[in-house]
């Protein structure tokens, strides 16, 4: 257990439903990651937040993609009108501001996301 | 667009044996690399990383190598045991560049023969 908790670890969704998942990192980091992994490939990055300030989307972000971090502890990503495509693992990690990089990020266990 | 890539997608190795996973990569603005290492139904792992400064770095039973020259990077993992067998993926970062995102390869499976 890396300290990072993700909530639900699988959820089953009906196509065009919207889904919302949960992500509690460390409670001293500041640095707070959402990427998305399918079958056999690696994670892809998603978005990142510095505390309440989302820094930085990837283009696999769409306008259905939306994840906030309102108070800098926990995020929420949210996707709208779930297609089958976005049937994936979804990872949150978090790193400490003490790091110039993000290179000790931890990840939590993932949210296994199916859409039928 | 730019990568990171592996040469190997399996790898069976004897228990007690060493084992080496090969990754390539083409981002010549990346200045750290990181291997995680990932079991079935669990997030990624982090083992080691390196920045682009160095080109060799020890962990316990784990070392990195960085050629910058051939952009390759690889995972040395000594004496490996039936808890190694996993899902191993190399990630590299550009801080530089202002961006705090890891791209990852696709994974080597390393399955150890006990």
């Known amino acids: 257990d890396t300290g990072v908790s993700q909530n639900p670890r699988h959820k089953i969704t009906k196509r065009g439903q919207n889904v919302t998942f949960r992500c509690d990192p460390i409670s001293e980091h500041n640095r707070l990651y959402w990427y998305r992994q399918t079958l056999g490939q690696g994670p892809e990055f998603l978005t990142y937040f510095q505390n309440e300030a989302q820094l930085e989307k990837s283009r696999l972000l769409s306008d259905r993609f939306s994840a906030e971090r309102p108070k800098g502890s926990f995020s929420t990503l949210e996707i709208q009108r779930t297609e089958q495509g976005d049937s994936a693992m979804y990872l949150c990690?978090?790193?400490?501001?003490?790091?110039?990089?993000?290179?000790?990020?931890?990840f939590g266990q993932g949210t296994r996301l199916t859409v039928v | 667009g730019e990568s990171v890539g592996l040469h190997l997608p399996t790898l069976s190795v004897q228990e007690g044996d060493n084992s080496i996973i090969n990754c390539a990569y083409s981002n010549s603005a990346s200045d750290y690399f990181i291997w995680y290492k990932q079991e079935s139904g669990k997030g990624p792992q982090f083992i080691i990383d390196i920045r682009s400064n160095m080109d060799k770095r020890q962990g316990q039973r784990v070392t990195v190598l960085l050629n910058k020259t051939v952009k390759h990077l690889s995972l040395q993992i000594a004496a490996t045991q039936p808890g190694d067998s996993a899902v191993y993926f190399c990630a590299e970062g550009a801080s530089g560049a202002g961006s705090y995102q890891l791209t990852f390869g696709k994974g080597t499976k390393l399955s150890v023969i006990p």
């Open positions: 990690a978090s790193s400490s501001r003490y790091t110039t990089t993000n290179t000790e990020a931890f």
